[in-house]
């Protein structure tokens, strides 16, 4: 299993932008897909990216389409979340997460059971 550890949450007004961070321990990071998931007060939690094992590939929540870019180094065992223009809506705790099964050739589609670790969570919080 891995342990993952977010960070770079904080409190910015609508059109700013953050850069969350996911650092991962284990050696098995680099084969599997990693994935964003975000929840807002007594909403469910949603997908946000997923990106493939190994960076080729990405995929994308329409509602963040085109404004956060998922990315990740794999010698350094982190994963990124760009996120730019942001908006009010994106408020929420975001989670990072890892893919339960290694080098899944398609990650468009995968869904919140798929992955097997999850980190604690960091708060974005966007003001009007």
């Known amino acids: 299993q891995v342990q993952l550890v977010e960070s770079g949450g904080g409190l910015v007004q609508a059109g700013d932008s953050l850069r969350l961070s996911c650092a991962a321990s284990?050696?098995?990071?680099?084969?599997?897909?990693m994935g964003w998931f975000r929840q807002a007060p007594g909403k469910e939690r949603e997908f946000v990216a997923v990106?493939?094992?190994?960076?080729?590939?990405?995929y994308y929540a329409d509602s963040v389409k085109g404004r956060f870019t998922i990315s990740r180094d794999n010698a350094k065992n982190t994963m990124f979340l760009q996120m730019n223009s942001l908006k009010p809506e994106d408020t929420a705790e975001y989670y990072c997460?890892?893919?339960?099964?290694?080098?899944?050739?398609?990650?468009?589609?995968?869904?919140?059971?798929?992955?097997?670790?999850w980190g604690q969570g960091t708060q974005v919080t966007v003001s009007s």
């Open positions: 284990g050696r098995t990071f680099s084969s599997l897909a």
């Open positions: 997460a890892a893919d339960s099964r290694p080098r899944r050739g398609v990650v468009a589609g995968i869904g919140l059971g798929d992955f097997g670790s």
């Open positions: 990106i493939n094992w190994s960076g080729g590939s990405t």
